[in-house]
């Protein structure tokens, strides 16, 4: 994830509760402490389901990413969210019948294309 100016590593890990948990790096005491997550992924929260499957895409060329969520309700969530600024600007959501046990964002071929559609809101279909 990036941090201001670089890139920490971090993990996500979703559990039997409706929330996604972020484990960060301690690189002095070399391990893993749990950290809000809403601190590096405001898109992350507020979830009434436990979550399936979680993809995060950042945008090339910009400090911006796409995250995508299924839950074993049927919650889907979109969000286009802003990393520097930890800001989501946009979240789109649908609720499915049955469990989203896959959702993946696909890239664009192309930095043109990116840009192109940028202006546009992002479209998505379970």
């Not at 590096?40 to 929260?45: G, S």
């Not at 499957?53 to 990413?65: A, C, E």
């Not at 019948?97 to 279909?125: E, K």
């Amino acid at each position: 994830v990036q941090v201001g100016d670089q890139l920490e590593t971090v993990f996500l890990l979703s559990g039997n509760d409706p929330a996604i948990h972020l484990y960060k790096e301690n690189e002095e005491l070399h391990q893993f402490e749990e950290q809000p997550v809403e601190n590096l992924f405001p898109e992350l929260t507020n979830l009434t389901s436990s979550v399936l499957w979680l993809d995060v895409r950042n945008l090339p060329g910009s400090s911006r990413r796409l995250s995508a969520l299924g839950c074993q309700s049927g919650y889907v969530r979109v969000a286009h969210v802003d990393q520097k600024n930890r800001e989501i600007l946009q979240t789109w959501t649908v609720l499915q019948d049955g469990p989203i046990s896959r959702v993946i964002v696909f890239s664009l071929s192309s930095p043109d294309a990116l840009n192109f559609y940028s202006a546009f809101t992002f479209p998505f279909v379970v």
